[in-house]
RNA sequence: GAGAGAGUAGCUCAGUCGGUUAGAGCACCAGGUUGUGGCCCUGGGGGCCGGGGGUUCAAUUCCCCUCUCUCUCCCCA
């Protein structure tokens, strides 16, 4: 409305600034090391699809689809929609590329942006990042077991300790059919009980009725039937597996017998993993199987299949909460500082010179004092510092000073690659015998150096 | 979508019961060292007090609208 200056980014989209970015590369690169560990496939899918994908795959009558997709019509009359989860694209590409030709199961991953337009607050944007799993083509209930334990090995790898997991069984179409008509029975008779919103559900969600926060709802249902008391043999069966593969493995888990997913498509086992420290939006990973979805979205065969997505940002913050800081200043092994005009030409090539050798270095593209430039190197921790004035280039030489020790000495500018090299070979020697037992495994701080290529 | 709170320097925040040039800390720049970082001292730059409208002699301050953020409901990752 207002006629702003200055355009900002929409509501409930963030910039990630640097200082930020290099955490969340921490966080993906680790994330992709626990997918290559369980052997799952990167995918990435097209971030707007046909808007038929999401409403029959996460149902017409989920908020998701009903009030929170931005959709729009293209040039070509075409209804588009930006994906508000990744589930659905995975499957639709499963079955268009017919990745499941082979017989084999596939198991894929996934990462990047979802949109949905709901009003933002802590730990909900409009646009946010998910990352996710999949397992196609099996029913067996390893695969369930399989994704719960990846992503709880990735709260590992990240160092974050507390979670709980909860799990929960929705049966498949056929004993949730005849356990709706139970409960829609059930609440038929206590329909002056429950609130509007509800009344309403009984004829179009019944199953949510019982995940409502609504105090009266929830003693009015407390007696309501449970869907696990009228599971099938064979659903019955699944979810003891799911749970004794668990148990065996020692994994915690609470069964929640009324934990109803906001998505259409799951059957069978439904999970979520809630942080403590995140507020009122606490799930930071939410899935379950979905045996029915490749047929909902037009598949001829059925594919079962069993998935998770997390949500970076709520990871990010539960990060934060628990005090685990991945930033990380991006290395830079030399400063060139300059006195002078000619001299900030001579270092403008020996920068690029060092820059082909793998060494990591900047210049001062302001022309700042020596004080600032060097104030600067520090400020970036830096390794060495090639000063060079008036002086060096009457003499052909510049000066490279340690920024650790202090140390100077004078270099011939033909010999400053070697002895930069050398120098800086000596100081990560230096660093390696130092360094405190508990770093010695992997240093994530430092990055990745361009200097350890060459 | 509903309710509540908040927006003042790059950042974290004071402040004005409406009244001259709006402050601090951190950060930045410069000087103290005719060319050398971290500590210290001195000085400096930087603000349409979120935006628009209204009341008033006078609005950053009061009122309305709007935008954004935060919290809650809801929903979800």
């Excluded at 390794?383 to 270099?411: C, F, H, M, P, W």
Aim: glycine content about 10%; hydrophobic content about 40%; charged content about 30%.
């Amino acid at each position: 409305m207002t006629e702003n200056r200055s355009l900002q980014s929409i509501r409930g989209t963030h910039d990630l600034l640097p200082g930020e970015t290099e955490a969340w590369d921490v966080v993906e690169g680790l994330i992709r090391d626990v997918m290559g560990l369980y052997q799952y496939r990167e995918i990435r899918t097209p971030v707007f699809e046909d808007t038929q994908l999401f409403a029959r795959g996460i149902g017409e009558h989920t908020d998701i689809v009903n009030k929170e997709m931005y959709t729009f019509t293209d040039q070509g009359g075409r209804s588009i929609t930006l994906r508000p989860e990744g589930t659905a694209s995975v499957v639709r590409a499963w079955l268009q590329h017919r990745l499941g030709a082979q017989g084999t199961v596939d198991k894929l991953y996934y990462m990047g942006p979802m949109f949905r337009q709901e009003a933002p607050q802590k730990g909900r944007a409009r646009q946010f990042h998910q990352f996710g799993a999949e397992v196609l083509g099996t029913d067996a209930p390893e695969a369930d077991a399989e994704v719960i334990m990846l992503f709880l090995s990735v709260l590992d790898a990240l160092g974050l300790e507390t979670w709980s997991l909860h799990i929960g069984s929705l049966g498949c179409r056929e004993c949730r059919a005849e356990y709706r008509v139970l409960l829609v029975e059930f609440l038929s008779g206590i329909e002056d009980l429950l609130c509007e919103e509800c009344r309403e559900r009984v004829g179009t969600n019944p199953l949510r009725v019982l995940d409502c926060k609504n105090e009266g709802c929830r003693l009015a249902t407390a007696k309501a039937p449970s869907l696990l008391d009228h599971l099938d043999d064979e659903c019955r069966a699944h979810f003891e597996a799911v749970q004794a593969l668990l148990g065996d493995r020692g994994i915690p888990f609470t069964v929640d017998p009324r934990m109803v997913r906001g998505l259409d498509y799951y059957e069978r086992t439904t999970f979520e993993v809630l942080s403590p420290d995140l507020g009122a939006q606490d799930a930071i990973c939410g899935g379950g199987r979905y045996d029915g979805l490749a047929q909902m979205i037009g598949g001829k065969d059925r594919v079962p299949g069993v998935g998770f997505a997390a949500g970076i940002e709520r990871i990010m913050l539960a990060l934060e909460a628990a005090g685990i800081d991945l930033d990380f200043e991006p290395l830079c092994e030399v400063a060139l500082i300059h006195i002078g005009d000619a001299a900030r030409q001579r270092l403008f090539t020996i920068c690029d010179t060092l820059r082909r050798a793998g060494v990591a270095c900047t210049t001062e593209l302001f022309d700042r004092s020596v004080k600032a430039q060097m104030r600067e190197a520090n400020r970036r921790e830096a390794l060495l510092a090639l000063i060079a004035g008036e002086k060096e280039l009457e003499a052909d030489t510049i000066t490279l000073r340690n920024l650790v020790s202090g140390d100077e000495e004078q270099v011939a500018f033909t010999d400053i690659v070697t002895t930069v090299l050398e120098r800086l070979d000596q100081m990560e020697e230096e660093a390696v015998d130092e360094e405190p037992d508990e770093w010695t495994d992997e240093d994530e701080q430092s990055g990745p150096g361009p200097g350890e290529a060459a």
